[in-house]
């Protein structure tokens, strides 16, 4: 009976949390309460107090390696960001072919992805897009590429992707293993319908290159680009090579970064605010990181009853195949938050049965990474830019990028059991 009641109230919670636009309040605020709230029920009535602590000490001990990370990559990105160190990047763009635009953008996005992540890459290239685009047809077809580029980018990449992060925190999976296994596929689920949208988009782009910032000097915002994507690009080195959590890595990178931000900033009276760390770090988005720690809690509850293990053990002996079940789940998180679909998937399987790097956690990667692309409301980088143009609709999207989102899917997913099982 108890079991029942905690899933039924992790149900309705998490239908709270998808109705968010709905009910108009922060799912933020739900995710905590229902995370702490089902391990309340848990702590009153499983009847085993010292067991209920120990499973809640290791649910808090891998929730914090994930929150640390997330605090430190989130405000690596904001210094980042804060110094106009992006412009770098795309200050390159130079043409007006509307097709060699769309190819380049995603590459662009691709690539920056999976050293970012895809929730910040869709941002800087949404906005961009934006400030330099009049044709709002055009804007959203390069919207949704951007919006698959970016997932499709973070997937492949430890640091890319919350998904991909949590499953690399946790053990699932090595930098090699990941990169090795997944970087065609994840190229395969673009390229499908970067090829199809090559015969849908034509013409020239009129817009205006010269778009006017106050931007720093370029010494220092060169110095603050390879100290800080440079010192993100390091955390999977650093990992490797020191065998030390991932989160230490990332906030060794963070320390590294502040210091030379600041070591820059003492040259001016008054500090600019971009070069003042503490005036920056209130610009992190504090509210999705307290998030992902309300899911996990709760996952943590469902895990700690068994009920995920039990969920792993009926989808095998109704479907059988892994592989399907892993497909289909990662389909479901076009309409299910990814990350509580990454948490509860990952907590179906144990490493024991599965040891790192083995094909599952690689699957289980691709899928709830690209999957979210089905949808425009399935990922943090659909939402980010429905946010950013408001004329990109659930409906639109639906009509003209899902049919291309779900056959890049498809042909990423087939081949990744194919070059797994060749």
Known sequence: MLLTIIAIIFVLGYVAIALEHTIKISKTARALSLGTL????????????????EQLFECFGE??????????????????????????????????????????????????????????????????????????????????????AANAGGAWSPIGDVTTAMLWIGGQVSTIGIIKTLILPSMVSLLVPLIILNFLIKGKIKYDLQITTQAPPSFERNAIFAAGIGGLLMVPVINTIFHVPPYIAMLFTLGFLWTAVESIGKKYNPVPQRLSTYQ????????????FAGILLAVGVLNATGQLASLAGILENSIGNTNIIIAILGA???????????????????????????????????????????????????????????????????????????????????????????
């Open 38 to 53: 089902l391990w309340l029920i848990w702590f009153k009535f499983s009847g085993d107090l010292n067991l209920a602590n």
């Open 280 to 291: 920056v770090i209130k610009e992190v988005d504090m509210p999705s990181v307290l998030f």
């Open 332 to 422: 479901l998180s076009a309409v299910v938050d990814n990350v509580p679909m990454a948490a509860a998937t990952m907590k179906m399987y144990s490493l024991s049965n599965y040891p790192q790097d083995d094909f599952l956690w690689k699957f289980i990667a691709f899928c709830i990474g690209t999957g979210g692309s089905m949808l425009v409301i399935g990922s943090a980088a659909g939402v980010a830019a429905m946010g950013i143009d408001r004329n990109l609709s659930f409906g639109w999207y639906l009509r003209k990028i899902t049919p291309l989102a779900v056959l890049g899917y498809a042909s990423g997913a087939i081949l990744t059991i194919f070059l797994t099982t060749t």
């Open 63 to 148: 929730l914090t390696q994930i929150i640390f990370f997330l605090m430190g990559a989130m405000t690596i990105v904001a210094i980042v960001d804060a110094n106009d160190v992006f412009s770098i990047i795309t200050s390159r763009i130079k043409t007006n072919n509307a097709r060699t635009l769309m190819w380049l953008i995603a590459w662009l996005t691709f690539f920056l992805s999976a050293v970012l992540d895809n929730l910040t890459t869709t941002i800087v290239m949404m906005t961009l897009m934006r400030k330099l685009i009049e044709d709002s047809k055009m804007r959203l077809y390069l919207a949704g590429i951007i919006i698959i």
